[in-house]
Each structure stands twice: as structure tokens, then as C-alpha cells.
């Protein structure tokens, strides 16, 4: 039963296609940069500077980019590195630690219902991550269930509907205005009971992370979750736009404040932008990226390699 | 997280005891902070290289005046570029026979749809009636998202379903709009990536049909280093006329708007600050500026301010306070005043320095504070609340009673009290900011 879930060898080789052909743009912008930094022969002040702007033009943030350069700089003193390959291989080590070893996701134990909760702002894309998020798990054997808790955004009702026509998803849903609690409940009761359910997501609506109110309601959902099935949910991910800057980190912290976030889904990666932010939440708040969308349709999303993004980003 | 940059060159200039002429040194000591606060702001580090060289060239040698610190000089020579770069506010365009066209075009959820709901609103405000035109046959469920706006608010929405082509809705959307008589057509178009060959060329397909007037790029305020990208890829392919800024009532400082400006030249016109339909508002270069530095949103307060405290009172308050003849009952009036204009810790965001402040405090831990406070000083007598010294043992123990609390609350309140009296005094006479005292009252 456990390893029923777990990925085949063609599932991983295709996960990782996927993250590669979506970075391979950022390798030809940012991140491809910073390699032809390195491939100048001598390393001098100036080669620091450039690459700590280059990572802060990634998003990594004036923090993590500094303390990244001045860390690696500090190494290929200590280890007399001169070579340029040796540097390079040594940004990338730095760059995987930072992204660490994330603790296993456990959508995937065995259990009679999952529940995951999916939050986060306006337009980072949460819907669409749902659709894709059933899609990946109904082709791993799952049965799953949404739950359109969206209740206020104008037609975020209809749009899940489509998506889940369009995946062969069931969708739990009440009337516009009604209460996301409530629909909840209900969600959780039918695939308990009535829709024999393993896996259910819960839609919510986008939601600025200052907003007081908005956030103790999402609270509220939450403690439905809690109290309806046992350690749900069981995963609560936080959908993040990659074009997003600094402002991620404050939004990560208070969704992880308010729900206990216990990871991201990082979404437009098939843009320019690299979402280079990650580094910097997973380094403040431990806070590991899931999955990754990169494309607007329902199966562009692959599970996130932090080896695979490194990887791409850098070879 | 972010301090606001007036403390940091505050810190900065401690440490220099040099007045007078602003040297090289103290300049670049400076801009090093300048730098760091822009770039947490999410304004593009190109950007920010220019700015900080044009702050440079002006700082240097520049005589300090009489009125300012250091700091405050350097802020005001960084508010200003900022200002420069920012713009004036500019408005839609009208001129010229109707119907005119204005086209609505962005990334993915950077908030266009709602946008377009807004801007028809606000339109009719001044009278204008608006046709809105759903040509997003992509992402499911766009089209019914504008006709359930439309519905609401009661604006004619023009509709085809997903079927047809985009342009080919637009084209009779434009007729429906001369036929109607309709003031403004706006267009909400599919949310789409500034590299995506296929759909920028549908956008240029419309604009080519539609000759819009305005073409307006819908940007999301947490958008980081990318936005010049964007901005560029857009403005290259469709010349935009100008930005409109959404999710403005977050928490992000906005340094977005400053680079997209800065690469496409072209003025922001307006700042989506909620999501209720009318949360629109025209922009303001001195606000967003103060904001970009972390300085707080003092204008927009004041503003709120107004809007709901009497004038005249107002200014009695302040005369009084200047005075230092402030007291308890004036006190009781200013926390009920604050009251009418909604939760404290939304007002203390906008007061500088404060936002990050108050982060941590819950409003209904706050707002709980304030009924207390003012039960306690509902409980005292006019004599009482004139002159607090009044206070002895005896008559504590009564308004503790009176009012539901005990003595030590009382002494807090009554310290706390005075700490802001001799604080407003201080502030009067030019001294340091509110912070200390806020965050002591809330503690």
C-alpha cells in the first residue's frame, strides 16, 4: 500500500524533465549568468559583486544573496579553490543547502482520508494548482476529492467545476457567499462517507495575509479540518507566484502563523522569473517547496527536486 | 522585518559626528543604506544603481539645513528622486469622440478582471457608462467572473463564451459600444507570460483592431526583480500608456512600480488598495514614495482622518496637545474618534515606523485595550480625568470597582499617560517619534 504511491523511475525522470525544460530559460537569463561570471578566469571583488547582484536579481533577497556570497567566498579562500568549476561546484553545494533535506511529505501514508489544505494570496494561482495537484494524484491511483471552499471571489465556484470536469475530479461546492467552514464540513463528511474519498483538497480564497479577518477565518477552516478527521490537514500548502519579491517572506510567515504551512507550491515558473525567494523562505522559515507549476496546462506541474532545480539553474 | 530607512541613516549618523556640509563619506555610508532599503523594497537593482548615483551626485557637499538632521536631509534628497521617478499621477484619457477604448493587459493573476470591474464603477461615478468586455476564453470561468461582476454592480457586460476568438469578440464588442452609445469600452484580456510569442500576438492582433486608447498593464504590487522584465516585454510589444498597481493594501512596499515605471516611462494611473468593487484610487507619487522607503503612510491617515473627525475639534486637539494641556478626557474623546475609523492596528500601520510594530499585535487584543482604558476613565470624575494627580489610593479602588479592572491597570494607564504627555511635549518641541509610546501603551 505505501509504496503504491511512491514514484516509479519514469515518473521521477519525467518530474525532472519537466523543472529542467521550465529553468531552462532562466538558465539563458539570471541564473545562466552567473555561470559566465565564472567562466572569466580570475576571480576578483568585482565577480562578488556581480553575482551578489545577480542572485538578488533572481529574488533571492539581499540577505540570503549576501550571506550566500560572503559564505562561498569565504570557502574558496579556506579551500584555495582557483578554478572556476571548482567555484561553480561549490555555489551549487551552497545552494542545495540552502533548499536542505525537507522532511518527507506525507500525502502519501496510508491513511483512511487525507486532507490538504491549499491557501495563499490573490492570483498566486491556487486553483489551477488544485486542478493540476487531483490530476497528479488521480494518475497515481488516488481517489480525490475537491472541495470549492472559494466561496467569494466572483465564478471561483464555476472555475474548479470546469477543472474538475475537465480532470474527472468530483467537486464539493455550495452557493457563492456561503460559508467556506461549512462547506468544509460538508466536504470532508460526503468523502468520508458517501464518495469513499482518499484524498481530499480544499480550495480556499486568495487572501492577503494582512488581512486580519480573512486569515481567522482561514483559522477557522483549518479547526474544521482538525476536528473532522484525525491530524488533518495533513498537508497545508502555501501557493506562491515565482514573479513574487520580497513580500513572499511576509506572506509565508503569516500563512504559516495562522495555518501552519507546511510547504509550497511554487507556480509560474514558466515565465523569466525563477522564484529565486524560495531560498530565502526555506532559509528563514523552513518552509519546503512541494511542487512546482510550470505551464498553464493541467499537467505541467512536477513534483520539486531541490537537486533537479539546482541543477538546472546551474549546469 | 523592514525598519524604515530614517532609522536606519539615523543609526548611521550616530555614529558620525560630523554637522554641516555632507561629506563623501557620509554620503556613501548612507547610500549603502539606501541601497539595501530599495532593494527590499522589490525595486530593480539596475534601477536601483541609477537612483543611488543620482542621490550621490546631489548629497555630496550639500549643506545640511538648519531644520533637518542628516538623515533626514539624505531621506529628503531620496524621497525626491523617488518622487522624479515616480511622475505625476495621471489620469485616463478621454479625449476624443466615444466610445474610447481601454485595454487591460498582465500576467496572470495580477488582478485584471477585477480591475475591469472596478474601473467600470469608478467611471460611472463620474458619470461615464462603461461596456465591459469578457475576451479571456482561457482561464475557466474568466468570462463568468466579469458577467457575475457586471451583475452585481450592475454594468452591461459584453459576452460571447469561450468559443469564439478573442479578437473576433472584441470586434463586435466595439460595435455593441458605438451602437450603445457607450462612453468606454474596456477590455479585459487573458492573463498572459510577456515571453509567449502565440498570445502576445493575439494582444497586438486587438490593439490593432481596437485602437485603444488606453492600454494599461495590471501589475501585482509583490511582484519583485521580474517586473522590469515584464513591464519591458509589454511595453515592447503593445505600447502601453500606463500601470495600474493591484494588491496595494498588502503589506508589500511596492518598489515594483518604480522599476516599471522607470523602463517604460509611461505614468501609473491608478492603485487597487481591496477587494470590494470601489477599492480603486488614483495614485499618489509622495505616498507610494514614503512607502517604498518604509516610512509609513502618514498622508493616507490623515486622509482617513478627515474623513471622519470634526475639523474644528480636531483642532482644538491639536493645540492642546502642543500645549501639553492634554488630558484624560481628551484622551477618551481621540480613542473614540480613532474607534469610528476602524481597527487600531490598521491605522497604527500607517503612522511611520509603526507598521512592523504593531504586526504582532492581534486587533482584537488592542481594541479590548481600548474599551478597557475606557471604562476606567468612564469611571472617573470630570475633576479626575482634568488632573490625573488627582488619583490617590482611595479613589482607585473606586474607579477599579466602577469600571470592572484593578488598581494596578489603573496605575498602568495613569503612567502610560503621562509618558505620552511628555512625549507629545517632546514632539512639539522637535524631539524623536511616536514608536516608543505606542508600542509602550499596547504592551
Sequence with gaps: ????????????????????????????????????????NE?????????????????????????????????????????VEDVRAVLKDELLKLLAAPPVMTIDEPRL??????VGVNGSGKTTSIAKLARYYKARGKKVVLAAADTFRAAAIDQIKIWGERTGVEVIAQAPGADPGAVVYDAIRAS??????????????????????????????????ARQVHDAPHETLLVLDATTGQNAISQAKHFKEAVQVTGIILTKLDGTAKGGIVFAIEQELGLPVRFVGTGEKADDFAEFEPKAFVDAILD | MFESLQTKLNAVFEKLASRGRLSEQDVDLALREVRLALLEADVNFKVVKQLVARVRERAVGVEVMQSLTPAQQVVKIVHEELLKTLGEPARLDMSGPAPHVVMLVGLQGSGKTTTAAKLALSLRKSNKRALLVAADTYRPAAVTQLEVLGKQLDIPVHSEGTKISPPEIVRHALQRGREGAYDVVILDTAGRLQISEE??????????????????????????????????????????????????????????????????????????????????EP????????????????????????????????????????????????FLKQLQQIKKMGPLSQLLEMIPGMGRATKDLAPDVTDKQVRRIEAIINSMTIDERRD????????????????????????????????????MKQMSSGGRGLRGAFSDMFR
Excluded at chain 1, 524533465?17 to 538558465?27: G, M, P
Excluded at chain 2, 495600474?244 to 501609473?268: N, Q, W
Excluded at chain 2, 518604509?294 to 490623515?302: A, E, N, Q, R, T
Excluded at chain 2, 488627582?390 to 503612567?415: C, F
Design chain 1, 1 to 40: 500500500m505505501f509504496g503504491l504511491f511512491r514514484k516509479t523511475a519514469a515518473q521521477q525522470a519525467e518530474d525532472d524533465a519537466k523543472i529542467q525544460a521550465s529553468l531552462s530559460k532562466t538558465r539563458q537569463g539570471f541564473f545562466g549568468r552567473i555561470t559566465t561570471i565564472f567562466q572569466a
Design chain 1, 43 to 83: 576571480v576578483t571583488d568585482e565577480t562578488w559583486d556581480e553575482l551578489e547582484e545577480l542572485l538578488i536579481q533572481a529574488d533571492l533577497g539581499i540577505n540570503t544573496a549576501s550571506q550566500l556570497v560572503a559564505h562561498l567566498r569565504e570557502r574558496v579562500q579556506r579551500e584555495r579553490l582557483k578554478r
Design chain 1, 113 to 118: 482520508l487525507t486532507v490538504m489544505l491549499i
Design chain 1, 192 to 225: 468520508q462517507e458517501t464518495r469513499q474519498a482518499e484524498l481530499l483538497i480544499i480550495d480556499t480564497a486568495g487572501r492577503l495575509h494582512t488581512k486580519y479577518n480573512l486569515m481567522k477565518e482561514l483559522e477557522k477552516v483549518r479547526a474544521v479540518c
Design chain 2, 199 to 280: 498570445m502576445m500576438h493575439e494582444l497586438e492582433e486587438i490593439q490593432a483592431l481596437a485602437h485603444p486608447q488606453e492600454i494599461l498593464l495590471v501589475a501585482d504590487a509583490m511582484t519583485g526583480q521580474e517586473a522590469v522584465n515584464v513591464a519591458k516585454g509589454f511595453h515592447e510589444r503593445v505600447k502601453l500608456t500606463g500601470l495600474i498597481l493591484t494588491k496595494v493594501d498588502g503589506d508589500a512596499r511596492g518598489g515594483a512600480a518604480i522599476s516599471m515605471r522607470e523602463v517604460t516611462g509611461v505614468p501609473i494611473k491608478f492603485l487597487c488598495v481591496g477587494e470590494k468593487t470601489d477599492a480603486i
Design chain 2, 283 to 330: 495614485f499618489y507619487p509622495d505616498r507610494l514614495a514614503s512607502r517604498i522607503l518604509g516610512m509609513g503612510d502618514m498622508l493616507s491617515l490623515i486622509e482617513k482622518a478627515g474623513e471622519t473627525v470634526d475639523r474644528a475639534a480636531a483642532e482644538t486637539m491639536t493645540r492642546k496637545l502642543v500645549k501639553g494641556q492634554f488630558d484624560l478626557e481628551d
Design chain 2, 388 to 423: 490625573p494627580h488627582l488619583m490617590n489610593a482611595g479613589r482607585k479602588r473606586r474607579v477599579a470597582r466602577g469600571s470592572g479592572t484593578t488598581v494596578p491597570e489603573i496605575n498602568d494607564l495613569l503612567n502610560q499617560f503621562r509618558q505620552m504627555q511628555r512625549l
